[in-house]
């Protein structure tokens, strides 16, 4: 009966009930789907940076990663790979590098970038630059004087595919080193930093450009969970010898993305609790002015043997029914948001400038997480019911005699 | 035996800075299965003497007995406890619960009681079915006439055998003949169920229905008299 009572007494002012579900709907609406439009970018972030030749986990020289200077490169390369045959999952996948700060010149411009040495097969598996060439060729693996160079760089340098590039850098002997490469490729990234920033050439004409020989600057590796990671990260160290190599997992490669996270989760929750702020003066309100309208009743409630407690519980079913409601809506509505748009997700090509010092893509792709939707709701839903307690109570402290002389 | 018993019952309402006496030094005795009827002008105190017996008010001072419960000393949730437990209530305006059927308003009494479902729906519609009411189980509030509504009313009140019931100018909202019958079917139930009945008002009919009649003017009692049966 209880639930029969409070059913239908939320339906006696439709208006009044319509007015407070939309405000339960959209703010429902607006935790699941701003929340999950937070996670995109957060995961995007993440992706991003693990793509753009980070990976997942990566082994250095001992203080390569505090002075990358070419005297850190690893010389003995055969032993870090001994050690990944040995600890890597089957499915997980590793590519060596040789990374050095370079200064790249044409005949009108020059800029700071890193040169990075790649084996071309190996690396195509393992971070973005395989899929990411839009105009010529992606690197041979026997290619001596190719390089490909990201479409921002292309365009402040006012080159094209076929024109050559000098590259200049410190070798092995502390020597200035240049080689002059031909553009194969040119590649577009998710920021216009990375197309600036990085230019590949095979692995073999780095070494030789800076005499290294054999030598390598980095190994990158990727998993294929990353609920893996710290476990391989843990079996690499055990396996390679601490005061030759280091070993870093993507949290500590990108410190910078790992702190945004942590900021994304409390402003997800703070975001939550904004809404809900806003959403329970609404609650409130409506309720309180439900229970004045029905002083008389409450009092004839409480005249045939309804106890105060009683009466708060009817007040609550009363809310328990619009909260419910609501949340089916707004979260009917979220999965639909998320839906339409996890295909294609948003562009925000006009923002990406800004936003690509933060990692951001430049289009979001909204993500749902469990522990979010069911948070979204169980804010709304108890909060809901503890701001419904004021007018409840109000309910209950009606005396008999002055609620039934209310007209 | 009494079932209710009030002992120098007093009464003031504070309206602005004016004290008004609605009850000054009220004694009276009710014994179980009475038919009573409280009597008097506007403002004579009948309906706080009701409410306080009710449990809905409480005196200023005086004792209240009420089926043995001392009132004053009871908490608002004993008070309300011995309502549903002891205490039908019959209102001038009806005050059936809009949103429930006419069924749903004589079982709500039970609901709270505690009565099981099928006891409930069972007693419900026999009550309503004495009080000529059969053929409107389903209908709400507003699909009823007056005379319909009270009849509901009085159902709630009696449906739970309450010790006694408490009816408020009862007939003030009927017409005559409709009011007539109304208390011709509580005197029924009176004699049937030996439920006490106790009425305020000013209508002569309900005076000669009663067969104890109490006048109350300016909250004291002027005159109590039994009328032959």
Known sequence: MYFRLGWRNIWRNPRRTLVIMTAVIIGVWSMIFLGSLMRGIADQMVRNGIATLTGHIQVHHNGYRNDPVIENSMTDPEAVETALKRSLPPDSRWSSRVRVNAIASNARHSSGVTLVGIDPQRETKISFIGGAVIQGRYMNPDSRNGIVVGKALV?????????????????????????????????????????????????????????????????????????????????????????????????????????????????????????????????????????????????????????????????????????????????????????????????????????????????????????DVVMANLVVFILGLVVSLYPAVKAARFTPVEALAHT | MNIVECTNVKKIYQQDKLEVRALNDVSLSIKKGDFIAIAGPSGSGKTTLLNIIGGLDVADSGRVLVDGNVLSTMSQTELATLRLRKVGFVFQAYNLILVLSALENVEFVMLLQGVPSSERRERAKAILDDVGLSDMYDRRPAELSGGQQQRVAVARAIVSNPSIVLADEPTANLDSKTGASLLEMMEHMNEKKHVTFIFSTHDKMVMNYAHRLVSLRDGQVVDDQVHER
């Open chain 1, 155 to 371: 365009d402040k340098f006012k080159t094209k595919l076929g024109r050559k590039l000098v590259l200049m850098s410190r070798d092995t002997d502390g020597e200035i080193a240049s080689r002059a490469f031909r553009i194969v490729g040119i590649f577009n990234a998710e920021t216009e930093a990375t197309e600036k920033r990085f230019v590949f050439v095979t692995l073999p004409a780095a070494q030789q450009m800076l005499k290294l020989e054999k030598g390598i600057s980095e190994v990158s590796v990727t998993l294929s969970s990353q609920q893996e990671v710290h476990q391989v990260a843990h079996d690499l160290r055990a396996g390679l010898p601490s005061d030759k190599y280091e070993i870093h997992t993507w949290q500590e490669l990108l410190p910078l993305v790992t702190a945004v996270l942590k900021m994304y989760d409390g402003f997800i929750y703070l975001w939550f609790l904004v809404v809900f702020i806003a959403m329970g003066f609404g609650i409130v309100n409506t309720i309180l002015m439900a229970v004045f309208e029905r002083i008389r009743e409450f009092g004839l409630l409480n005249a045939l043997g309804m106890k105060p407690g009683w009466i708060i519980r009817e007040v609550l079913t009363e809310s328990f029914f619009l909260l419910i409601l609501g949340m089916l809506i707004g979260n009917s509505l979220g999965f639909l948001s998320f839906f339409a748009l996890s295909g294609n997700g948003i562009d925000l090509s006009s923002l990406a400038a800004g936003m690509e010092y933060f990692g951001m893509s430049r289009v979001i792709y909204p993500i749902i997480q469990g522990k």
